[in-house]
């Protein structure tokens, strides 16, 4: 815990020093026409730059267009009228003239774009690091203490290294809030890297869908910023996208802390009902629970439809049902069942053996969930699962 | 200002007027197999024109579907993302490889290219049939490929996606567009080789038409950029089949070694749209302002000079792709390079303008229409050079903005002005003016709310690609969506006006505009060796000799008058 601590505050002392960069006090500079808010150390610059280029082409859009429409009204000719035979073939000066004005004002917009460019490249060399992993169609972020989350939670004020990977095909990394982005390419590791000094409060509620599970930590209100992939990646492609939280140092490290732990609280008896459904939403964008199948077969009887396969049993491949689903979320190619695609990602390094029990027991129990939002049915008692003894509690 | 006396005859209309009116290149034979078989460059250009307008209809219909789930975030018209995804890549591939790519140089080309070098044919007009046939095998393809499963990669097919897709067409439509970019290969050698080889005499380099220029510069990008595209597609099929493992990284390939072989080809690809596009753009603005085309060299330069910095800005596609930062930085400072000969030749077309006597034909109407839009997508491209601000538009509907601006709103626009403009020589029938240039208003108009709206889309998030997003861009992606339903009601109108003219549009006159180039001085439509004997060549920007014909309602050369054809004629005042 102090150890961390440690390391974010020397790791923030050092970027500052490093980059010279001012910490703002007043907040992200708002939404304008052109350029959603900007949130981060490097989009004052970047937003500059668009302005500077801007403005260079309302000044060139009207000056052409201008004297397009001048001309063709003050030379308009109607037929049977004579020709004009009074006009300039040629005038290399202006000719040279309007080739050397283009050409300086790209060269400066080209200073002008480098100069901002290598901020946006060069991470500080003692960034905070998070991992994260794409595959189709979720992010995965890994922190330096094991804790994992599906929402990028940063530490604000202080320089942010994102180490990309792909599981699968390419994916890119986008926070237009933060003007950054980057390609996720399979077989490289990428970086994307930015600073926000300014929090957010942690998730209240998820608005893309106000029913949908979420963490079970102390609620706030704030300002997320969207984070989307933009390298296209199929069918999910347009689901791929999560929020982005920035926490002041000390909640950060204690949401760290915390979200290393969440499930370690849970009693063993008690995971397939606190741990299931927010498992269950990384598993939604293929599989239902209502018996519409998707990319993947539906949950519903899924239990009783693998225990039919002749592969299960005792004495055949997967000796019990757990088998196959444990085998079926670590190697998910082992043994596809047509017609399903052999699509879905590993969970391998992902989900530990508690987990994997946690998504066994809410197979178990779908009796028990919604079919829509995957959560527990509200007539029972959120702590127990049990029916609720009365309207009054 | 006075009118011209009529002349009552001239050389030129001599020739015109001693031919039987009925035989021209549509009726000198006739039958189907006369078409099917046909070595004449100009009905292969004409199938060439109804084959890539059909496609045009289809790909439109596919953006149509496009733009109207995107009315609604979430589901609107299909429940399916993959058929979504289907949608976006037919469309591009189609727009991309089936009608742009060949709508001007194999469409337009093939016909006017040898008549304004007043030669009978093309240099080769067997690999001419041979390369529309191979256009067609491409078409047929497509279809096989949307039977067989369709695709979902996108039309750019990037690794390893494209490689694992689970869509069956992928290898169909790869097939196709590997014997399409033959095609292409084969419709640019003859024309370099008509262009060198079939000059008539007196027609120097610089005395060529501008859109000779233009198409010259593109048939150069297509024999050299094409093969490179032709392999990274041989490649690509047969990682998807044996998997080789060149693009795949588990087996130490690199998805972006294909990037960069992909944009090798596409970045010069974009040029054989624009370039051109460009060439009828300077055919239409000097003939209809009367005058010389303003610096004549330095469009002819920018054309070549466009053509060759084509071939090394493809890295400007991957500046988040993982390329290193010096990479990025040397691409970045070679795109601007390409942004000064593009500028040249707009401020040219402007200056032309200056001291011309502008006629507002229909073909005129979609020249402005095309610098309008032209300028928008040019300077926007100077946000997407610029390495900072890219990161941030690069993969946004900014990017879908600005390349639907140049690809569409310049390439096909100049492509529809084109044929507003040699309709009536390829056809004999003139078209109602009126109707052609209310529809190029309403396109002018649709296209402005379509696609303006995406640069604010783009620049405030939304990633392009995407079925579904966020509520706060929904007022944009509806004032685009009615402006493509605006767009598609101006194509309908045009096509009205066009076809109209099959019924009941009078006769063309040979020169209805006022042209010098020599496609304007053999009959309209022009017979089917184009001309008896070798034409003169005059200054082909000189219209001081362009006289008006109220009997014909057309114009005509009076040559007697140009002292470069008739040395007896009075020497003019210099210029």
Known sequence: M????????????????????????DGPTPRTFWMPEGASTIAPGVDHTLDVINWICYVFFALILGLMVFFVAKYRHRRGERFRTEYPHHNTPLEVTWSIIPTIIVIGIFVVGFRSYLDIYTAPKNAFDIKATAQKWAWQFQYPNGAQSDDLYVPAGKPVRIVLRSSDVLHSFYIPDFRVKRDVVPGRYTYAWFQCDHPTGMPGKDVRDPNAATVDLPLGEGQRHALYCTEYCGTGHSKMNRFVYVLDEASFAQWMVDQSQWMDKIPEEELWF???????????????????????????????????????????????????????????????????????????????????????????????????????????????????????? | MTTIPLPTSGPVRDTIEARPESDNYLTHTRGVLSWVFTLDHKRIGVMYMWSVLASFLLGGTFA????????????????????????????????????????????????????????????????????????????VLCVVSLAMGGFDTGWTFYTPYSTTTSTGGVIPVLTAVFILGFSSIFTGLNFVVTVHKLRPPGMTWFRMPLFLWALYATAIIQVLATPVLGITLLLLIV?????????????????????????????????????????????????????????????????????????????????????????????SAISFSVAIPSAVKVFNWVATLYKGSVSLTTPMWYALAFLFLFTIGGLTGLHLATLSTD?????????????????????????????????????????????????????????NMTFFTQFMLGSQGMPRRYYDYQPEFQTYHVISTIGSYVMALGFLTTAVSLFGSFFGGHKAPANPWGGRSLEWQCASPPPFDNFAKTPRVGDCYDFSVVRWDEKTGGYWVDESADPEVNPAAAPRAAH
Request: hydrophobic content about 45%.
């Open chain 1, 2 to 25: 102090s150890t961390i601590h440690q390391a974010l505050s020397s790791a923030a002392a050092k970027a500052h020093a490093l980059t010279g960069l001012a910490q703002a006090a």
């Open chain 1, 274 to 393: 606190k741990a299931g459904p927010k498992l269950f939403s990384r598993c939604s964008q293929c599989h239902s629970l209502d018996g519409t199948n998707g990319i993947g077969p539906s949950w519903k009887g899924i239990v009783e439809r693998v225990k039919g396969y002749d592969f299960v049993g005792e004495g055949r491949k997967y000796g019990t049902w757990e088998d196959y689903v444990r085998t079926s979320i670590l190697v998910p190619g082992e043994y596809v069942v047509p017609p399903y695609a052999n699509a879905m990602p590993t969970f391998k390094g992902q989900l530990n053996d508690k987990a994997i029990d946690a998504v066994i027991g809410y197979m178990q129990n779908l009796d028990k969930l919604d079919p829509k939002t995957g959560k527990l049915l509200p007539t029972l008692d959120p702590q127990t699962a049990q029916p609720a003894t009365g309207a009054a509690k």
């Open chain 2, 64 to 139: 149509l579907l496009l733009r109207t789930e995107l009315l609604t975030p979430g589901p609107t018209i299909t429940a399916s993302a993959d058929t979504y995804n289907q949608w976006f890549t037919l469309h591009g591939a189609i727009m991309v490889f089936l009608v742009i790519i060949p709508s001007i140089p194999a469409a337009l080309g093939n016909v006017i290219l040898p008549i304004m070098l007043g030669a009978k044919d093309v240099a080769f007009p067997r690999l001419n049939l041979f390369s529309y046939y191979l256009w067609v095998t491409g078409a």
């Open chain 2, 239 to 331: 990682e998807r089949t044996v998997n080789i493992g060149i693009f795949n990284p588990q087996m130490g390939g690199d998805p972006v070694l294909y990037q960069h072989f992909f944009w090798f080809y596409s970045h010069p690809a974009v040029y054989i749209m624009i370039l051109p596009a460009m060439g009828i753009i300077s055919e239409i603005i000097a003939i209809n302002s009367h005058r010389s085309i303003f610096g004549y060299r330095f469009i002819a330069f920018s054309s070549i000079a466009i053509a060759m910095f084509s071939f090394i800005v493809w890295g400007h596609h991957m500046f988040t792709s993982g390329q290193s930062a010096l990479l990025n930085t040397l691409f």
């Open chain 2, 391 to 447: 990161v941030h538009l690069h993969d946004t509907y900014f990017v879908v903005a600005h390349f639907h601006y140049v690809m569409m709103g310049s390439a096909l626009i100049a492509m529809i002005g084109g044929l507003h403009h040699w309709w009536p020589k390829m056809f004999g029938r003139m078209y109602d003016e009126r109707l052609g240039t209310i529809a190029c208003w309403i396109i002018f108009i649709g296209f």
